[in-house]
């Protein structure tokens, strides 16, 4: 049985002259990428070229990952700067908000969720989250960064990440309030998150990768 080399070890051999280390270590973060993308643009060949051009943007500047974070914390550093520049490209200072930016899991074999109703809610009053707010609970609750990994891929200080964690789970409660008269609480919020984080993972097959 072959071992499976690690991130590291794919780059120093891809540093190395190995290509076909780069396309074994590209295609490991693959999918991750296009399923990132394809939930903020409008079609999924949009999605495939960000894909493409954060993949070309570290094979051309492959030597500048000097291993102080993990090279998926710094894919995503680099996918969202992708992300940014095709909005101010477009006149956007950012992507619009909206259920269209969301990743809705849909009906997984083994629903996480305590009902339909509560994922229909939670999608709902996420949906009316700035992009920003959107963008950090998904990094942080589906993608799985820390603080100090989301300070990197945001390009923002850390005190500023855990405000808009914070925030935007305030602005989720007051949404959810909204959309169901019952409301919920912060650790109510914090479990449907948990709940919607865990139903994507086991739709995209992240589950178990050791990827998140």
């Not at 993949?55 to 700067?81: I, Q």
């Not at 969301?102 to 009316?128: K, N, Q, Y």
């Not at 942080?140 to 200080?157: A, K, S």
Request: glycine share 10%; hydrophobic share 40%; net charge neutral.
């Amino acid at each position: 049985m072959i071992a499976t080399r690690d991130d590291m070890a794919l780059i120093e051999a891809w540093r190395g002259g190995d290509n076909r280390a780069g396309s074994e270590l590209f295609s490991r973060y693959f999918d991750e990428l296009y399923g990132f993308f394809r939930n903020k643009v409008p079609t999924g060949d949009l999605a495939e070229d960000l894909v493409q051009q954060t993949l070309l943007s570290c094979v051309r500047h492959r030597d500048g990952f000097r291993g102080d974070s993990s090279f998926r914390t710094y894919l995503f550093t680099v996918a969202r700067s992708r992300l940014y520049d095709l909005y101010r490209r477009r006149g956007k200072s950012e992507p619009a908000a909206g259920v269209s930016s969301l990743i809705d899991p849909g009906r997984t074999p083994s629903s996480l969720f305590r009902s339909e109703e509560r994922r229909r809610v939670l999608l709902e009053a996420l949906g009316r989250l700035s992009f920003d707010q959107q963008l950090v609970l998904e990094l942080h609750y589906v993608r799985g960064f820390t603080g100090p990994q989301l300070v990197q891929i945001l390009d923002v200080p850390e005190g500023t990440v855990r405000s808009r964690l914070r925030r935007a789970r305030a602005a989720l409660v007051q949404h959810i309030a909204g959309v169901d008269a019952k409301g919920v609480d912060d650790d109510e919020v914090h479990a449907d998150l948990e709940s919607w984080a865990g139903a994507v993972q086991e739709a995209a097959g992240l589950r178990g990768r050791g990827v998140l």
